[in-house]
């Protein structure tokens, strides 16, 4: 496939950029080398990173010999600079929707294997090939991840100024494909709604109940793992939140009809969404809380 960069000499195009790693990925290496796991830490994180990077390659084929984006990896960091083509007119809406699209598949699909990302997406000049990933938009994405908290894809404000003028469009935000694809979290962050891929074929296809367990999971397991780290457990606490709230909201947006006129196949849906509130992560029951001392005394020497 071609690179969609490629000219001679070199050019940057407008375009947007992720940037993203695994949240902790040299802490979670260095616990298992030390603990003589390395070998099946090194299986685990090779079978999910070769998965998800196949997708998004996958993703990015376009019609005939030409890719869509270009991406970069290097281990768990991986740079995806997706430009502007002809067709959108300059406005990006197409390959913004499409980039949104390609990291929801990759965060979601890691997520499943117990690994949480943390990264960014920036709009600007950007060039990519085999050896170089530079511009203005690589850094600001970059700057998103390095700001450290949780484990979002958060955008970065030349990406919000893009979806602005995208959401002037459709005259309001919740007519908005975006208003689905992205979040705003408490600190007014925006950032990508991963876990809306397992809504992605309701309500003919259901709820797909494997990814939201699998996310439940892995977060109920870090909550317990992290109970003495309170800046690592802190990462999981957020993820424990937007997991329950993905279940509550879908819940309530989705009841159950009780009109005996209502769609069947819509009906039935909407009582399987209902199950989601069976999935919801009890934090407080997996809070660190005090306990007795556990400290042990300094030992007196005895005078001789």
Known sequence: MTNPYKSDPPK????????????????LSEEAIEAGNG??????????????????REHSKGFGEDSLYAVKVFTDNIVVGYPLHLSSGGQGEPEFGD????????????????????????????YMDDDIAFGDALLKAVAQDIAGGAPRISLAQSAIEMLRHHL???????????YEDLLEDADGTIFLNYLGEAFSAFPEGGVFFEVVESHQNHIVKGLQDYKGSPSVR????????????ICEEFAERNPVPTSPDADEEYAAAAVEAQKLLDYRIDIESLAATPGRMKLS??????QQ
Not at 12 to 22: E, G, Q
Not at 168 to 178: D, K, L, M, N, V
Not at 234 to 245: G, T, V
């Open 99 to 126: 980039i949104l699209s390609a990291f929801s598949e990759f965060q979601v699909g890691l997520a499943m294997e117990g690994f949480l990302l943390r990264g960014g997406i920036a709009f600007g000049d950007h």
């Open 234 to 245: 802190a990462k999981f606490e957020w993820a424990a939140r937007y997991h329950n709230f």
């Open 39 to 56: 070998v099946e830490f090194l299986h685990k994180l090779r079978h999910a990173l070769s998965n998800a990077y196949d997708r998004i």
């Open 12 to 27: 940057m195009l407008p375009s947007f950029v992720c940037y993203a790693d695994i949240l902790g990925y040299s802490s």
């Open 297 to 302: 005394p300094l030992r007196l020497r005895r």
């Open 168 to 178: 002037s469009f459709y005259g309001e935000t919740r007519w908005a494909p975006q």
